[in-house]
């Protein structure tokens, strides 16, 4: 079953903050958020494990709550150039060469 | 830098046409994988494979089947195309533990 992602779609004006949520029925090991921009292949943001270990960019960042099954993306003082899909990915804790379960995504738009 | 490159950015097939989609990628990854990308379902996985002749199922493997006979090139194919295969199709590879790393994606139409 897919995660569940919300919103689906947010409106920001430049300089203003965002979250977006990620929540899984399954217990997790690990959650990656990408980023598509409109006609390009998602991109790598942040990949976060069971036991707190992180691995992305340092502009960005997330939380995983391993008990709710949750993760969130934190995005600050927002740029044109965060506009795009969002998306999560969810490894279960049996996972096996890093299958992932991508949520439906969250469109963002960040207007001047 | 990781490239992961697809055989076609666009693509018209007729029903019933066998269709193959192949995806290269330059990074030794052992893992490659497949993807259908719909709107508002977001990526959706088909197969998987996590060595050379290995292959698993996905979410969504009916009506699809893939080859991996050499590392870096992972073929996903439609055996009879159907008009709800109409789809944009994505490849990744990754390194175990690690990020995808994603192709810029086929849009396949079948008339």
């Known amino acids: 079953q897919q995660p569940v992602q919300s919103p689906q779609a947010v409106i920001l004006r430049e300089g203003e903050d965002a979250v977006i949520n990620c929540s899984s029925s399954k217990a997790l090991y690990s959650v990656h958020w990408y980023r598509q921009k409109h006609g390009e292949a998602p991109v790598f943001l942040m990949i976060l494990l069971k036991g707190g270990e992180q691995k992305g960019h340092e502009k960005i960042s997330a939380s995983f709550n391993e008990k709710k099954q949750q993760s969130s993306l934190y995005l600050t003082a927002s740029q044109l150039s965060y506009s795009g899909t969002y998306f999560c990915?969810?490894?279960?804790?049996?996972?096996?060469?890093?299958?992932?379960?991508f949520g439906g995504g969250t469109r963002l738009m960040v207007k001047p | 830098d990781v490239k992961v490159t697809q055989s076609s950015r666009y693509l018209v097939k007729r029903t019933g046409e066998k269709v193959f989609l192949e995806c290269v990628q330059d990074?030794?990854?052992?893992?490659m994988f497949w993807y259908r990308q719909d709107p508002g379902l977001g990526l959706r996985l088909i197969y998987f494979?996590?060595?050379?002749?290995?292959?698993e199922k996905g979410d969504i493997p009916e009506g699809y089947s893939v080859s991996r006979e050499k590392k870096e090139r992972f073929s996903l194919i439609l055996e009879s195309a159907s008009t709800n295969q109409t789809s944009m199709y994505l490849c990744?590879?990754?390194?175990?533990?690690?990020?995808?790393?994603f192709g810029p994606g086929t849009r396949l139409t079948v008339t």
């Open positions: 494979s996590y060595d050379v002749k290995m292959k």
């Open positions: 990744a590879s990754s390194t175990t533990g690690y990020e995808q790393y």
């Open positions: 990074m030794d990854h052992e893992n």
């Open positions: 990915g969810t490894g279960p804790i049996n996972n096996a060469g890093n299958m992932l379960t």
